[in-house]
């Protein structure tokens, strides 16, 4: 069955600090996606990737950057954490070339920043 | 750009009454729609997808149909469960995917 991890699973960070959200795939997708949830807003795209080592801004992509180093590995940073940025990131993938248009979740990532 | 609506935040309702949440979207092209269902601290996991081979895609009880015409995808099922109770999005991928805002699903016993 296809399998996106992450880690850390949850995170206290303080603000203006540097945080990293890590998300693993076995699932041989070409597409990962970084969402974050908030109640009342649903989830947000905040980058993508449809290759390794290119990202693409998605619909809330200020005060994060990503980097994809692999198929399998995509990381979401906070240069400077804020306390805005508190609430759950979920990391996804999927392959539309493969016809897998649906979306697999990782279990997420509860971040606070204090 | 694609959108996806939908226009119910909370649905609250009693054990073995029927469910219906609604589903609108707006796309240029003819868009995969899916249905995902999250409970209460858990990731989001697909529920329904629109392309099953021409068969009313079904699952745990409930279904979704494609109504191209009013550009709906509407999940209903015939008797809620208390185990339904969760947060249900509605969205929709052409050439980028789109998610609406959510509709909580409450059911009482």
């Known amino acids: 069955e296809a399998a996106v991890t992450q880690s850390p699973r949850s995170k206290v960070a303080v603000t203006g600090g540097k945080v990293t959200l890590s998300c693993h795939q076995t699932?041989?997708?070409?597409?990962m996606y970084w969402y974050r949830q908030d109640t009342g807003h649903g989830l947000r795209l905040i980058h993508y990737s449809y290759v390794a080592d290119s990202t693409e801004k998605g619909d809330i992509p200020d005060g994060y950057k990503a980097s994809r180093p692999s198929q399998e590995n995509f990381s979401l940073i906070l240069e400077l954490a804020s306390l805005s940025q508190t609430a759950v990131y979920f990391c996804?993938?999927?392959?539309?070339?493969?016809?897998?248009?649906?979306?697999?979740f990782g279990p997420g990532t509860r971040l606070t920043v204090l | 750009g694609d959108s996806v609506t939908q226009t119910e935040g909370l649905v609250t309702l009693t054990e073995g009454l029927p469910v219906m949440l609604n589903c609108t979207y707006q796309?240029?092209?003819?868009?995969?729609l899916f249905w995902y269902v999250q409970h209460l601290n858990e990731a989001p996991k697909l529920l329904l997808k629109?392309?099953?081979?021409?068969k009313r895609p079904e699952h745990q009880g409930f279904h979704a149909t494609l109504h191209k015409s009013s550009s709906s995808f509407h999940l209903q099922k015939s008797s809620a469960q208390l185990s339904d109770s969760a947060l249900y999005y509605c969205a929709s991928n052409t050439n980028k995917v789109v998610f609406g805002t959510g509709t909580r699903l409450q059911v009482l016993p």
């Open positions: 996804a993938s999927s392959d539309p070339g493969q016809g897998v248009y649906e979306q697999y």
């Open positions: 629109s392309f099953t081979d021409n």
């Open positions: 796309s240029t092209y003819s868009p995969f």
């Open positions: 699932n041989n997708h070409d597409y």
